[in-house]
């Protein structure tokens, strides 16, 4: 095979995908990274999905009856326990509102380059409009553009990386995010509830710092879709995260196969990250998915990771660990960090906190 010297990553992040998309730069050389490389292209995908939904009003609402509270509380444990993930609905945001962040996002990604470098972030950076840190070289490069924001703690919140454009850009993502906190709150009890556990339990392991960070993807149509992903690969660091999507492209694997988590208007997707498998010792499933991209359309997703206090050790409940179940994780603190060192080399972390 003829030796092919990549540019180093700064170079290839030091361009956004949009712009590339403008010039007509197809994902050749070095952004190639297809998963089909494993695999001699042969990948088994499923397109009817049947990722369980759970109605988060039945778990929360005080008008639902024991009987009901009790089979739906079962649902979700069997699907976090099986998949790592759920179509959420009854979470009690309106459609039309959740239409707003979706517009907002897709008006920010629309603007020209110049605007939208206003809120550039350095290649090393986590919070503003780019890739990712660069990732280790030789790694491939997603399809895909990011605008990234921490939105809790509110006095961690820097607004100067926040879009000024559209101008309801702020008031909608303050919105939204008030919202994400009351959807964690009710998930985080009823997966506690689910496996019999002090509904606050998690919460706690949580902290009332909890982190809530916001990142606003864009997948630019490509037109090598078997050449590259709009997202490789990979588990999320968070204890979990809420995508709100407007297209299909995210695919989660389960048992071998990629299913496609398909498109509801009104739905939030819950998926696991490593912390919950860690707090739930290894019951609750951190889930592995992709972004393919697609060769007509274009897609924005609004992922929104939830992720313990800094600095807060979390591990398993002791509740969970006994003579059947022994202990499988040990205690970690700040693991999102340990989770992106390997993240940058396309590895998960998950194995640095097994016992
Ligand atoms: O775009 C999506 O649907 C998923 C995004 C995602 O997995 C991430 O940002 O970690
Ligand atoms: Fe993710």
Redesign the pocket.
């Known amino acids: 095979m003829a030796a092919y010297s990549a540019p180093p990553s700064e170079v290839l992040l030091s361009k956004r995908v949009q712009e590339m998309v403008l010039h007509g730069e197809e994902p050749l050389g070095p952004y190639i990274c297809r998963s089909g490389e494993d695999n001699d292209g042969k990948e088994d995908i499923m397109d009817t999905s049947p990722i369980p939904i759970i109605d988060l009003n039945l778990l929360s609402s005080s008008t639902t009856s024991d009987n009901e509270r009790e089979q739906e509380l079962e649902k979700l444990r069997s699907a976090l326990s099986s998949w790592g993930c759920f179509q959420g609905i009854g979470h009690g945001i309106q459609t039309s509102f959740l239409d707003k962040i979706r517009q907002v996002s897709r008006e920010f990604f629309k603007q020209p380059m110049e605007e939208k470098n206003k809120y550039a972030k350095s290649v090393d950076d986590f919070q503003g409009y780019g890739a990712d840190p660069v990732p280790e070289q030789g790694q491939s490069l997603d399809w ?1 553009d ?1 605008l990234f924001l921490e939105v809790f703690p509110e006095d961690r919140r820097k607004y100067n990386p926040w879009p000024q454009i559209p101008i309801s850009f702020r008031e909608v993502l303050e919105d939204y995010s008030e919202k994400m906190k009351m959807v964690t709150e009710i998930t985080s009890k009823a997966m506690a509830k689910s496996l019999k556990l002090d509904e606050n339990c998690f919460l706690e392991q949580f902290g009332k710092q909890a982190q809530l960070h916001a ?1 606003f ?1 864009y ?1 630019s149509p490509c037109q090598r879709p078997d050449l590259i992903l ?2 490789k690969p ?1 588990a ?1 660091g968070t204890g979990y ?1 809420i ?1 709100l ?1 407007d297209e299909v ?2 695919q989660v694997l389960e048992d071998g196969k990629w299913y496609t ?1 398909p498109k509801d208007p009104t739905a939030l ?1 819950v ?1 696991m990250g490593d912390q919950m498998e860690v707090m739930s010792n290894g019951i609750f499933k951190g889930l592995v ?3 393919v991209s697609n060769s007509e359309r274009d ?3 609004v ?1 929104m ?1 939830y992720t313990p206090e800094l600095g807060k050790e979390i591990g398993p409940e002791d509740d969970l660990v006994n003579m059947d179940r022994p202990r499988i994780y040990k205690k970690v603190t700040d693991y999102a960090e340990t989770h992106w060192k390997f993240y940058q080399r396309c590895l998960r972390a998950l194995h640095t906190a097994h016992i």
């Open positions: 895909s990011r990142r993807n997948y709009g997202l990979h999320d995260s995508i999507q492209g995210l988590v997707f998926l998915h992709r972004v897609r924005i997703s992922a990771f």
